[in-house]
């Protein structure tokens, strides 16, 4: 938006300050896992598929990191789709205290990694299952590659909603307290303060979507960010679903984003983080907004264990909405 409204500074503002804070605890965890590799035992084996898990357990532990042995399975950049488990991962769950997983279709060589695990008191935590009917069916809408399915097919992407993330910490944390009881104080006070950032962010992506001049998502990509847009009631409009594997659209596809672009007036077009961009300029050459921009917004799903020492899940989700407040201009 040209002019920016005092309310819209006010949200950039309020950004501004959580980047911050961010920035600090990122700083803080960064010591604390130097700390941790000192430590010759864990007192809780905590393993995670993906990285927002990772990062909200790291939250949660906070200064009590060294307490843990905690893993990022799928710490390689490997997309959460297309990840098979390798014997050292499955020996790394069966010994764990702690085991998360989203618990989707992607997520279906789980059952036979739990088996035969060797800790029976195990605690597991599936994402799908704790939010139980806060879980959507993947959906197909107008102009979007694939047919309707016979049987529903759920969206894996929980942890893109930060309403969402809000319940999952609570069990997390739940968990983190019955595993180790003698510092539940100091998880449940770690609790308390990570939802207060995760309200904070919640309210400063209300105020950027409501004061936005468009309302409308036009994605040259797969579309993981149902949970997001339902959240803030946005509309999109997408080649594939959040969880396709095709990467080629077709011709009919590609002339129905172009249009949507002319009819919304679009000057961007989004994509996901991983992949090219290809599509997303294919469909803007063959629009009348031959200068649109390609943006990104970062779905979370091949964080590496590299680049999860420098950012956070909230870090991650400041950078979206500072995106989205540009592509909705």
Not at 103 to 113: F, L, N, Q, R, T
Not at 142 to 157: I, Q
Not at 182 to 210: C, F, G, H, P, R
Request: hydrophobic letters at 40%; aromatic letters at 8%.
């Amino acid at each position: 938006m040209k002019n920016i409204s005092k309310i819209a500074k006010s949200v950039f503002a309020a950004a501004a300050v959580l980047f911050m804070l961010v920035a600090i605890n990122s700083s803080l965890f960064a010591k604390t896992k130097k700390a941790d590799k000192k430590s010759k035992t864990a007192k809780v084996s905590i393993v995670t598929t993906i990285f927002p898990q990772y990062d909200w357990v790291r939250q949660l532990l906070g200064d009590k990191n060294q307490n843990a042995e905690l893993t990022l399975l799928l710490g390689n950049g490997v997309d959460l789709h297309s990840y098979q488990p390798s014997i050292q991962d499955v020996a790394k769950i069966s010994t764990a205290d702690i085991f998360i997983f989203v618990g989707g279709e992607s997520d279906g060589w789980v059952k036979d990694a739990l088996r035969n695990a060797k800790n029976k008191e195990m605690i597991v935590l599936n994402l799908m299952e704790i939010l139980g009917d806060k879980v959507k069916e993947e959906e197909i809408v107008e102009g979007m590659e694939g047919e309707e399915e016979e049987e529903a097919e759920y969206d894996e992407h929980v942890w893109l909603s930060l309403k969402n993330a809000k319940v999952i910490c609570e069990k997390i944390t739940e968990a983190l307290c019955q595993k180790d009881s003698k510092n539940a104080a100091t998880y449940q006070n770690n609790l308390s303060e990570y939802l207060a950032q995760l309200d904070e962010l919640d309210w400063v992506y209300s105020a950027v979507i409501n004061n936005a001049s468009k309302d409308t998502l036009i994605f040259g990509d797969r579309f993981p960010f149902r949970y997001l847009v339902d959240d803030y009631n946005l509309n999109y409009y997408a080649a594939f679903v959040g969880c396709s594997a095709e990467t080629e659209a077709s011709f009919k596809t590609v002339i129905f984003l172009a249009n949507k672009m002319d009819e919304l007036d679009s000057n961007y077009i989004f994509k996901i983080e991983s992949g090219d961009d290809k599509l997303a300029k294919t469909i803007i050459q063959n629009s009348g907004k031959k200068n649109a921009q390609v943006l990104i917004l970062n779905s979370m799903q091949s964080v590496t264990s590299k680049q999860a020492e420098a950012t956070s899940y909230i870090k991650i989700m400041i950078e979206n909405v500072q995106t989205l407040q540009k592509g909705l201009e």
